[in-house]
């Protein structure tokens, strides 16, 4: 296992209670330029970003793949399960074939909660730069449920506002819950009550949500939007789902020269 996923088992142990599942796509590298290499790592899991954890079980997950410059190639055959926290998660690599916006999507397969008696699909997507170029950093990848980027994801200094808009089959979800976390790296920021977990707002009549992100790291947006249809849970019973439209930005604090 490499040192960046090791690194990665250690920030998510487990801690009391959580309250927001999160559908995590971590890249090893936020931007892909000569100082870090062609080839970046992935790690997917589902967690609790702030709280470390508990990671939750993944089934197989149903789409993987990358879209750059209006291809997209599927990842799929190179995902391999790991286990973390003795729950199954996946692991894959990527090397990098030339400049422009690379768009990693991952549909997983449906979560059983009973706690809350539905299905979850959490629809992922992270968007990594290559070589100079960021060409294609607002393009939609045609997922059911979708956060189209209105702020470019990548290169935001700590403090900067990130908005979107969520989209559910292309149309726009007006008033959509938003739920915001942090990868929270050591369990360094320990939030006083539990309404300091989960960051929660609202989009707009036009599903335009806006966020200023306080710390420098991972953040995970997650929009929130009830399913069409319901679905069997384990027990072959019809159920609720609860699809969410996640993206992962990463703010970087400015420093004196």
């Known amino acids: 296992m490499c040192e960046f996923s090791r690194c990665l088992i250690c ?12 559908q995590v796509i971590l890249p090893s590298a936020d931007v892909v330029d000569s100082s870090t290499g062609k080839t970046i790592n992935l790690d997917l899991l589902f967690t609790h970003p702030m709280e470390n954890g508990p990671v939750m079980e993944m089934g197989v997950p149903r789409r993987f793949d990358v879209l750059v410059r209006g291809e997209k190639e599927d990842l799929l055959p190179a995902l391999k399960p790991v286990q973390v926290e003795g729950k199954t998660a996946y692991q894959s690599q990527y090397t990098v074939k030339g400049p422009g916006a690379h768009i990693f999507c991952l549909e997983p397969a449906p979560y059983w909660e009973p706690a809350e008696e539905k299905l979850i699909i959490h629809y992922t997507k992270v968007v990594v730069p290559a070589f100079g170029s960021w060409e294609g950093w607002d393009v939609m990848a045609g997922l059911p449920v979708e956060i189209e980027p209105l702020t470019r994801p990548f290169g935001l200094w700590t403090g900067n506002e990130f908005q979107g808009i969520v989209r559910k089959n292309g149309t726009p979800v007006p008033f959509a819950v938003v739920e915001v976390e942090y990868l929270n790296p050591n369990g360094a920021v320990k939030p ?26 991972w953040w995970g947006f997650a929009a929130l939007v009830d399913g069409d249809e319901k679905m069997p849970n384990p027990d072959g019973k019809p159920v609720d789902v609860e699809l969410g439209a996640l993206i992962w930005v990463k703010t970087v604090d400015m420093a004196d020269k």
Request: proline share 8%; glycine share 6%; aromatic share 8%.
């Open 192 to 217: 006083p009550n539990d309404a300091l977990v989960t960051q929660v707002t609202k989009a707009d009549a036009n599903g335009v949500f806006t966020y200023a992100m306080p710390r420098a790291g």
């Open 11 to 22: 920030i998510l142990l487990a801690t009391p209670a959580a309250l927001a599942h999160f």
